[in-house]
């Protein structure tokens, strides 16, 4: 694993790869996989937007939260009954973050998310994860993410969410 290198990723050209890795990690349809390639492609025209990916075909992407976006809708509601909802301001949001299995549990996950955070400007990021004790969640917050509300229930989603925030910048 050591000839991984993460650094910043074309996602706009490299967005079907990155698909195959959500679609993976996921269990993603055909059809739920064009939906999110739309999403995926209009976040990037968003300011801020920025990605970073691995060697391999791992990677992630986020940007600054915007309360008038699709996911700050749906988990707003959520948040605001736990008395979280100020964490929607002045956030940067890891919109997504898969790694194939194959590479899980060689520090590549720690390490792009660590990155990505790094470079915001924000004082703190938040994210939402299937909300089941996974290895994914353990290491959230190993980084200092704390549930803000759970269960949260997107739509078409057939799994519960956990919307979880950290102050930045993330513990190493």
Known sequence: ????????????????DAL?????????TDDEIGVRRQIVLR????PGARALGATTEDGLYGMPND???????????????????????DAFVITELHVLPAYQKHRIGRTLIT???????E???IL?????????????????????????????APSAYAVMGALLPLPR
Request: aromatic fraction near 8%; charge should be negative; avoid cysteine.
């Open 43 to 46: 976040h990037l025209r968003s």
């Open 115 to 121: 990155t990505i955070t790094d470079g915001a400007d």
């Open 67 to 89: 309360r008038h976006h699709w996911w700050a809708t749906i988990v707003e509601p959520y948040l605001r009954a736990e008395g979280n909802d100020a964490w929607l301001d």
């Open 128 to 156: 939402s994860a299937i909300d089941t004790e996974s290895p994914a969640r353990a290491l959230y917050r190993k980084l200092g993410y704390r549930d803000l509300a759970r269960p949260v229930h997107f739509p078409s």
């Open 1 to 16: 694993m050591d000839d991984i290198v993460v650094g910043p990723l074309d996602l706009a050209a490299r967005v079907d």
């Open 20 to 28: 195959a890795v959500q679609a993976l990690a996921f269990g993603l």
């Open 123 to 125: 004082p703190r990021s």
